[in-house]
C-alpha cells in the first residue's frame, strides 16, 4: 500500500458524542463542553459567540459578518475604547444559556466581532500581555504609599494595550480617585478598577482544592450562592472552621451540592429531641445514617449505653404508639435487635491463631539458641582449663632442665 499518497481526515462524531469541535482546547477556565456541536446547522440559531479572556473573565458577542467560528479561534472583538483579542470557547444555541445565565438584560452588554486576529494584532496582544506582571508590583506599591486598605490582585491590558483593568479587594469601602490619577500617570493608559471577592481571586487564581481535584470556580462554576453554616449541620458534618474552609478562607462552596438531598432524606427521620419509650427501658436519640435512613438510640441521654439501631420508619411507628399511650415491648418489631444492613464477616475462626503459633516457634528458637551459647561457654571453659595445664607442665620441665645442668638432682613433681 502507499501510505504516503494517503489523506486522512479527523473524524467530528462519535458514538458518544464527544468530537473535535465539542471539545475543543480545554486549557481555559470555566469551559463549557458543547454536546450539540456536531448536530447540522446548530450555529444558524443564533448568531452570538461566547468569547474567553484572561483567567475567568468572558464576554459574550455578536458575530454580525457571519465568520466561519470555531472553539480555538483567537478574534478581535470590539472595546470601549479600541478592540481585544480572546478566544473563541462557544457557538451555537448553548450560548444564549449562558447569556441568561450571565444575566445580561441589556442589549447594549453585547458587543461585535470584528474579524479574526492578525498577525499584528498578536504581536501587541504579546506586548501589552508582557507588561502585566510589572505593572501589578508597581500598582500595589503605588496604593501602599497613598495608604490605601487594599489588595491588588491582577491586571490585565486590552488586547490593542489602550486600557489596563485593576482587579482589587476591599474590605471596606476605597477611596481610590488620587490612585487613578497616578496610575494614569505612570503607565499613560486608560484605567478600570474592578472590585472582586476572596472567591473571585481564588478562581481566577486556580489550584487543587482538599478533593484532590481542581477548584470548582476555577474549572465550571460562574454564579457563586451563599453558603452558611446550616449546611454543614444538616448533613452531620463537625464544625471545624479549617475543614469547612475552602481555599479562598470561605465555606466551600460544595456544602450546598448535597444539602438538598440531606434536608429531604432527613424528613422521613424523628426529630431528635423525641424520646422512644418501651416496656423495658426510654431510649435517647444518639446518631444517625440520615441517607441510608437508620437511627441509633441509646438508654443513657450523655452516654452511649446499650446501643439499638432501627430504621427510621420504625421509630416513627413508636413515636405514634407512644402518643397513643402504647409502649412496644422492645424498639425491634421481632423483639431483638435489628440487623442495621451492615456486612457481615464469614470468617468465624479466630484471626490470633497464627500469632501464637508464631509466638511458640519464636520461644523454641529462643531457647535453642540460648543452649547453644552455653555450650559455647563451657567449651571455651575446657579449653582455658587445658591450656592452664600445659602452662602448669612446661614449667615443671623447665625447672627441671635448669636443676640437672646445675648438677644437683631434680625434685620430686608432688603430682606424680
Not at 456536531?38 to 484572561?54: H, N, Y
Request: positive net charge.
Amino acid at each position: 500500500m502507499d501510505f504516503k499518497n494517503m489523506q486522512f481526515k479527523i473524524s467530528t462524531d462519535t458514538d458518544r458524542g464527544l468530537c473535535r469541535r465539542g471539545c475543543g482546547r480545554q486549557d481555559h477556565q470555566l469551559n463549557t463542553y458543547d454536546w450539540l456541536a456536531d448536530v447540522p446547522g446548530i450555529d444558524e440559531d443564533t448568531d452570538l459567540v461566547e468569547v474567553q479572556f484572561k483567567n475567568t473573565r468572558k464576554g459574550y458577542y455578536h458575530n454580525i459578518y457571519n465568520l466561519d467560528l470555531k472553539k480555538g479561534d483567537i478574534v478581535a472583538v470590539e472595546a470601549s475604547p479600541g478592540h481585544d483579542i480572546g478566544v473563541v470557547t462557544l457557538t451555537g444555541r448553548l450560548v444564549k444559556l449562558q447569556v441568561k445565565k450571565a444575566n445580561l438584560k441589556s442589549a447594549d452588554d453585547i458587543k461585535r466581532i470584528y474579524r479574526l486576529a492578525k498577525q499584528v494584532d498578536m504581536e501587541k496582544y504579546y506586548e501589552a500581555k508582557s507588561r502585566e506582571h510589572d505593572t501589578m508590583i508597581r500598582s500595589r506599591q503605588i496604593a501602599k504609599n497613598l495608604g490605601l486598605d487594599m489588595k491588588i490582585g491582577d491586571v490585565e491590558y486590552q488586547g490593542d494595550g489602550n486600557k489596563a483593568i485593576f482587579f482589587y479587594i476591599a474590605d471596606e469601602r476605597v477611596d481610590f480617585r488620587q490612585l487613578i490619577k497616578d496610575l494614569a500617570a505612570t503607565f499613560h493608559v486608560r484605567i478600570e478598577m474592578k472590585q472582586i471577592g476572596a472567591r473571585q481571586e481564588a478562581g481566577r487564581i486556580g489550584g487543587t482544592g482538599p478533593c484532590g481535584r481542581e477548584l470548582c470556580c476555577a474549572t465550571w462554576m460562574k454564579n457563586f450562592s451563599s453558603v452558611s453554616t446550616n449546611a454543614a449541620r444538616f448533613q452531620d458534618i463537625s464544625l471545624n472552621p479549617q475543614k469547612l474552609a475552602g481555599m479562598c478562607a470561605k465555606l466551600k462552596c460544595c456544602l450546598n451540592y448535597e444539602v438538598d438531598d440531606y434536608i429531604e432524606a432527613s424528613r422521613k427521620l424523628p426529630s431528635r429531641e423525641i424520646m422512644l419509650q418501651t416496656q423495658d427501658s426510654d431510649y435517647y436519640f444518639f446518631k444517625s445514617d440520615i441517607l441510608a435512613g437508620m437511627v441509633t438510640y441509646s438508654t443513657d441521654k450523655r452516654l452511649a449505653a446499650n446501643l439499638e439501631t432501627i430504621t427510621g420508619q420504625r421509630a416513627l411507628q413508636i413515636v405514634e404508639m407512644n402518643k397513643r399511650g402504647e409502649k412496644p415491648l422492645t424498639l425491634s418489631e421481632d423483639g431483638n435487635q435489628q440487623d442495621n444492613g451492615k456486612p457481615v464477616d464469614m470468617f468465624e475462626g479466630d484471626v490470633t491463631r497464627f500469632d501464637k503459633s508464631r509466638k511458640k516457634k519464636k520461644n523454641k528458637g529462643q531457647r535453642q539458641q540460648a543452649r547453644a551459647q552455653h555450650g559455647q561457654g563451657g567449651g571455651e571453659r575446657k579449653q582455658k582449663g587445658g591450656n592452664r595445664e600445659n602452662r602448669d607442665g612446661q614449667q615443671n620441665r623447665d625447672g627441671q632442665q635448669r636443676q640437672q645442668r646445675r648438677g644437683g638432682e631434680p625434685k620430686p613433681n608432688s603430682e606424680s
